[in-house]
């Protein structure tokens, strides 16, 4: 009886993680410029076997706009579309159901860590933390968010996550199978994500090195001449597997695919901070002062300033990212309720399970670290890799407090009391999901270039009927939109690549469509779509040589586009 209810609430908390990810999926929000070129080289790569450069089969990753993006997202992406054609719901698709992975995921990723780090745990504990990290994980408004836009993190912590699975299973049962599957994701979510390419190998590299030299230590208290067979040979021979599917992105090291992200978002970038040094010295003039103002010490100063500042109370439970692409600005990345299961979690993996604390630890240290050294902090996407571990601690709290309530109270004021903390936990829920379905989709709608979708629609009218378009850049990456919008043809697209003018890899013309900044570039043109503030707009209206055809505001009622014709 207790098993066919177990199963029965896994699958409704699954049901309600796959509505709260894929409700209104490609059409809720507004697609933002990355997720469109991201979609589209995915089409392009499927119909042509090259990106929209014409670049065949990028591994490492695909050029975007001057930009490098790890290859991992784009080949799922191109499935996707190859089974749904060209639209948001496929670039999505991915996402979501990497979403739905990590939420399966963590009722077997919370009960083989608990089963190895923390074996004295009672059973029936232990099945209720499986069943509440499922629940946290699907309700997370941290990854709801993640979930529901083409993000490659959210993909790569998927992985990421089945690495450290199969990896459990493996040091629980030595069969070697799992590591090699343990091996595979870890690899994929390299692939996928730019802070993976640190994560990942850190993660699997010490979880190898963990069951290894366990299990020499076996072998060696039974006698080294007669267990010397019994040597274990698969974390070697499967780390070296690992290091194989690496090549390909160790040999692009130094090249822009992989370097070029680094050097522009990393703070060892920073020039001021190797000017207060010298300054700092200089104003002492002491020899001492060489050493505690060394730029290395500046800059690790300035790493673990950004490291705490993921664990900011106004970040986790207030109002969470500034970036409104990354948090609604309605609250924390976590719920107001988490704060108290945290710290219940935490008081108990000091007092009473250590070791699994330690590993946790290592984990949230390895996971900040890609996040602590980049220049905006703190930065809710690229800490997303640590939210299974932070989710699971909240379900330890969570089931730590539902154990205490029922050791210390009478069964009605226990039902009354767990039942209370249930409604407000899922009024919590509730009132993320009404904002962000009624009210974010407004607010936001600037953040995620809304009106682009109208406006490549009515682009492609005058287009097809000869005439010159002009379409403003003020809002970001028209031209992708363009072919996205239209499905444009990647073959034609390719084969404009040389001839175009670009900037960044950016077309900035297509055939008779000139992608604008300036007035001067639109004085031939036949149709201009700009901001009604821009310079452009103004000009028109004074010389009135043109007919307004065209507009779209935002739903808060902003004027965001007007279109003109010649008379």
Known sequence: MK??????????????????????????????????????DAYSIGQTGADHHGTPWPLVAFESFGDWKPSGYFYFAAASIKLFGLTVFSIRLPSMLAGLLIVVGMYFFSE?????????????????IQLLSVFVTAVSSWLIMFSRAAW??????????????????????RKCRFLLISAVFFAVSVYTYHATR??????FLSILASTFFENIWSVFKKGVLTHIQKLPKSEVLIGCFFLLLLLPLI???????????????????????????????????????RVFFHRYVLFSREVL????????????F???????????????????LDAVFISFGIYVLVRRYKLL????????????????????????????????????????????????LKNNMKTNLFRISVISLASVYLLQVGAFWRYYTVIYPKESALEWQYGYQDVMTEVQKYVEMDKKVAVSREYGRPAMYYFFMNSIDPRQVQAQDSTEVMDQSEFITYKNIVFFDTADQVKDSDVIFASPKSKVVTDINDQRDMTQVYTLSSPTGIPLWIGYEKK
Do not use: C
């Open 3 to 40: 098993k066919n209810l177990t199963t029965l609430a896994l699958f409704t908390v699954v049901i309600l993680a796959l509505f709260l990810r894929g409700f209104n999926l490609g059409s809720l929000i507004s697609p933002y410029w990355e997720e469109v070129a991201l979609g589209y």
């Open 112 to 128: 083989l860590l608990l089963l190895r780090f923390a074996s004295r745990m009672p059973k029936t504990q232990v099945a209720l």
């Open 152 to 173: 490659e993190v959210n993909l790569a912590t998927a992985f990421l996550l089945w690495g450290i699975i199969f990896s459990l299973q493996f040091a629980r049962n």
């Open 198 to 203: 640190v994560i990942a190998p850190l993660i």
């Open 251 to 289: 040999a692009t090291l130094r090249s822009p695919e992989v370097s070029q992200r680094f050097a522009e978002t990393s703070i060892f970038s920073r020039l001021d901070i190797i000017t207060e040094s010298n300054a700092s010295i200089a104003a002492a003039g002491t020899p001492g002062a």
């Open 305 to 316: 300033t950004n490291a705490l500042s993921h664990f900011s109370l106004d970040f986790l």
């Open 318 to 336: 207030i109002h969470g990212d500034v970036n409104k692409r990354h948090s609604t600005g309605y609250m924390g990345i976590l719920y107001f």
């Open 357 to 404: 604390g330690a590993f946790l630890l290592i984990w949230l240290v390895i996971g900040v670290l890609p996040a602590s050294i980049s220049l905006a902090t703190p930065h809710a996407l690229r800490i997303v890799p640590m939210a299974p571990l932070v989710l699971f601690i909240v379900a330890i709290g969570m089931s730590e407090g539902y154990l205490l």
